[in-house]
């Protein structure tokens, strides 16, 4: 199984999840956003992805600008 996570910020990754997930052999694939990393174009490959919190907000696209990017990736994901 392949999971995608992205992550927002450095201290808030799935934790706990994350250790279960790894005892059951899921394959994890972690997208820092917050440091520029891009989410991959096909998200096909993927079986399922978390979206992890952060200290911004939604609208808040003026000061982290990837959120556009990866709004615009979830809406293609449905």
Do not use: A
Request: with cysteine.
């Amino acid at each position: 199984m392949e999971i995608l996570v992205l992550q927002h910020i450095n201290i808030e990754d799935p934790g706990y999840i994350k250790d279960l997930m790894i005892k059951d052999g899921v394959n994890i694939t972690t997208i820092e956003l917050d440091v520029g990393e891009k989410i991959p174009n096909n998200l096909n490959f993927f079986d399922g992805m978390l979206c992890m919190g952060g200290p911004m907000d939604t609208w808040m696209e003026k000061d982290y600008p990837w959120l556009i990017e990866e709004k615009k990736k979830l809406k293609s994901s449905l």
